[in-house]
């Protein structure tokens, strides 16, 4: 990696991580109030209504990643005129999309009740609650959404982040006091429409100063670019296979369970989402950098820094799969308590789910980076087909064990082994899966010993301090001591010093 992307990765990576903490901390805070509050159902619903919101997304196609795609030359180039034409387009996609997502949710709204198992809160209106996230989700269609895709494509997902973490943390403070003076969940809800209007405000603000060219009136009638049909065909199959592994998880628990049940997965869910937010922060940080390596370096260097990513990824994720293991169960006991635990076996699940999701991470980026989706359309669609019929079978039968076990199963066989069947066959062609391949199961491997080590140990420890020293220091000196010997160590560890010292 050169200085440039370096200092681009190394900005993404510290205001996102400051993103991450206000975007983790401040609505567990939330959550734990309405559950004490107002009771689980109500984050019950929450989590149903964002799942049905989450399908009604698929109508935005994964277009803003199009884009982000699309940019990266005319930005390299400084091609205004061009970068103009882009995002005029995709302001009136984005109307569109808009449009449809409103439309499709007030047609869902009457069939909302078959959706909840055993009834819901009497003290609300299931149908204006969902209006007002339905609101919430479609305006930022029709304000300034679309901007963000310029300032990712040109390396400065900072200031996207910055702006989340300000408007994040006076929406959070609001809505606690909505919920502790009030105790009123529409004013909860409603305060969310407040934040998602001056976030797109303050976007567009940043956007009109760093790139004051930008005139979008002066370009009003941009046609569909003919080499992109295939990539958003690809990429609204992408979305779709990314809506049947979490959305319809809480529509088929709570129409089979319910509310409760649904809330306590997604307590659980809200633990995995941090986690993965913490290694997200990893990858999509370098996403922008490995797109302009793509660009300007050989296939081979590239193929060498997935190498070397892989094994500098793999350890946090390890790491983090650990920690979760070990200490899901009595953080979840302290926080809301016995009634609301699942069993270990689903506890665990979780944390495997956690780790293989994350095995696609840093390979994504090269699929991201070479705008594989159409190539990747028959993996992703696999991939969705697979996971919501297993989800309803196994669900039907296990409950929340089969939803788990579902998921796992189709990411590891489609999403896992397809992809990276495509990428080799497709960019790769002159380098070896299998060294990818002995890379990554080494790796696997090394996580499960480590894991199940660290876990049985912590099993006799009742203390969650105790457990958090030992999964502090334990894992990563077994990782250190065991990552050391493999050829990728020096080169990684090189990459890991040029960004501490960059500036």
């Known amino acids: 990696m050169d200085n440039t992307r370096i200092k681009s990765t190394k900005r993404n990576l510290f205001s996102g991580s400051f993103n991450l903490l206000i975007s983790t901390i401040l609505p567990f805070i939330n959550r734990t109030i309405i559950i ?14 964002s799942s049905i919101l989450q399908v009604l997304s698929l109508a935005e196609f994964g277009f803003s990643m199009v884009i982000v795609y699309s940019l990266y030359e005319p930005l390299a180039k400084n091609d205004t005129s061009a970068i103009i034409q882009i995002m005029t387009w995709m302001r009136r996609i984005y109307h569109i999309v808009g449009g449809v997502i409103i439309v499709g949710g007030l047609v869902a709204s009457p069939f909302l009740p078959y959706l909840i198992h055993g009834g819901y809160p009497d003290s609300v209106n299931i149908y204006i609650l969902f209006l007002i996230y339905l609101f919430n989700s479609g305006i930022s269609y029709f304000l300034f959404a679309y901007k963000e895709s310029l300032l990712v494509a040109d390396q400065r997902k900072d200031i996207i982040s910055n ?4 408007v994040r943390i006076g929406v959070n403070i609001l809505q606690i006091l909505a919920l502790l003076l009030f105790r009123n969940y529409y004013l909860y809800v409603i305060v969310l429409i407040a ?31 003919r080499s992109t049909k295939k990539e958003l065909v690809g990429l609204m199959i992408n979305r ?35 986690a993965i937010s913490i290694t997200g922060v990893f990858s999509s940080s370098m996403q922008a950098s490995v797109g302009n390596s793509i660009a300007v370096r050989s296939k081979h260097d590239n193929y060498e820094n997935l190498l070397d990513f892989s094994l500098l990824y793999s350890w946090i994720v390890g790491w983090c799969t650990v920690t979760m293991a070990c200490l899901y169960q009595p953080f979840m006991k302290l926080w809301v308590g016995e009634k609301m ?36 359309k028959w993996a992703y669609l696999i991939e969705a087909i697979g996971n919501l019929g297993l989800n309803i079978i196994l669900g039907k039968h296990f409950g ?25 066959r497709s960019y790769f062609k002159d380098e070896s899966i299998l060294t990818f391949y002995k890379q990554q199961f080494y790796y696997l491997l090394i996580a499960s010993v480590v894991g199940c080590g660290t876990y049985m140990f912590c099993r006799i420890i009742d203390s969650i301090i105790i457990r958090g020293l030992i999964c502090i ?31």
């Open 473 to 503: 220091v334990f894992p990563n000196i077994i990782f250190a001591v065991l990552y050391r010997p493999s050829s990728r160590w020096k080169s990684s560890m090189e990459i890991v010093k040029r960004i501490v010292k960059s500036t």
């Open 163 to 166: 702006i989340n973490s300000g």
């Open 195 to 225: 934040g998602t209007i001056i976030s797109n405000l303050l976007i567009n603000r940043a956007v009109s100063v760093k790139y004051p060219y930008l005139k979008i009136e002066t370009a009003n009638n941009v046609p569909l670019p």
């Open 240 to 274: 779709l296979s990314n809506v049947s592994r979490n959305a319809f998880d809480n529509m088929i628990i709570s129409s089979t369970l319910g509310l409760v049940a649904t809330s306590i997965y997604g307590n659980y869910y809200l633990i995995y989402s941090a």
């Open 400 to 424: 929340i064990t089969g939803v788990l076990i579902a998921t796992i199963l189709t990411i590891f066989f489609c999403n896992y082994l397809m992809c990276n069947h495509v990428l080799f």
């Open 36 to 49: 004490y509050t107002l009771g689980s159902e109500f984050t019950g619903l929450s989590g149903l209504f």
């Open 341 to 376: 635990l699942l069993s270990e076996t689903d506890m665990l699940l979780f944390a495997v789910y956690f780790y293989f999701i994350n095995m696609n991470h840093m390979r994504n980026q090269y699929i991201l980076g070479n705008a594989f989706w159409w190539k990747l």
